[in-house]
C-alpha cells in the first residue's frame, strides 16, 4: 500500500487515503506502530487538501482516529465522534461505522453510548456476515465491559469472548485469539 501511494502524485487520492486507513489498521490490530508515520502524513495531506471528497476523508478520519487510539491521544479520538456518524449500519472497510463510533464514544468518557454502538457493530457485522469484524467487535465490546465493570458486566464479557474465540479459532484469527485469552487471563477470567 505504501508503495501504491508512493507511486502517485501527491494529493488527495483515493491511493493516499485507503493506504493511509489500511496501513492504521493493520498497526492497530498488530501493534507495530512502525509505518504510522507514513499513516499520518498520508492522513494530513488528505484532510489538508480542499479538494479531498468526503469518500477520500472518510479514509483519512479513519487512519488518524487509529493512530490516535494506539497513542493513546483520547481527545483526538473522541473528536472524530462527529465523522463517523454518517457511517452508522455501515462497513467501512476494515471495520465497522458502530465500532469507530463505540471506539470515539468510549474515548470521550461515555461508556454507555460506546456500548450501544459497539452492540450494533456486533449485531450489523454478524447479519452482514462480516465475521472478522465481529469478532473485533466482541472484543472491544468485551473490554469495555470489564473496564467499566458494573453489575453483570464480567459475566457478559465473558459471553463476548467465548463468542469472539470461537469466531478467531474458526477463521483462524491467531492475533485476535491471543488478544482475546490475554484480556480474559488479565480480567481473571479462564484461559478458554
Do not use: C
Not at 467465548?162 to 484469527?173: H, K, N, P, R, W
Request: proline fraction near 4%; glycine fraction near 8%; hydrophobic fraction near 45%.
Amino acid at each position: 500500500m505504501i508503495e501504491s501511494a508512493g507511486n502517485m502524485p501527491l494529493g488527495p487520492t483515493f491511493e493516499y487515503s485507503i493506504s493511509s486507513a489500511t496501513v492504521a489498521s493493520a498497526s492497530h490490530m498488530s501493534g507495530n506502530e512502525s509505518r504510522l508515520a507514513f499513516t499520518v502524513e498520508a492522513a494530513d495531506l488528505v484532510l489538508s487538501a480542499e479538494n479531498a471528497t468526503p469518500f477520500n476523508q472518510m479514509w483519512a478520519y479513519m487512519a488518524r482516529t487509529l493512530v490516535a487510539l494506539m497513542r493513546g491521544d483520547m481527545p483526538g479520538v473522541a473528536a472524530m465522534y462527529e465523522h463517523f456518524l454518517p457511517l452508522q449500519n455501515r462497513h467501512a472497510f476494515v471495520m465497522s461505522g458502530n465500532q469507530l463510533l463505540g471506539m470515539t464514544a468510549l474515548a470521550a468518557g461515555d461508556p454507555d453510548l460506546a456500548a450501544i454502538h459497539l452492540e450494533e457493530a456486533i449485531s450489523f457485522s454478524g447479519e452482514a456476515g462480516f465475521r472478522p469484524q465481529e469478532a473485533w467487535s466482541l472484543h472491544d465490546y468485551a473490554a469495555l465491559l470489564l473496564d467499566r465493570d458494573a453489575p453483570g458486566d464480567r459475566e457478559k464479557a465473558t459471553e463476548l469472548q467465548d463468542e469472539a474465540i470461537a469466531i478467531a479459532t474458526d477463521l483462524g484469527m491467531k492475533l485476535l485469539l491471543e488478544r482475546v485469552l490475554a484480556q480474559r487471563s488479565a480480567s481473571g477470567g479462564l484461559k478458554a
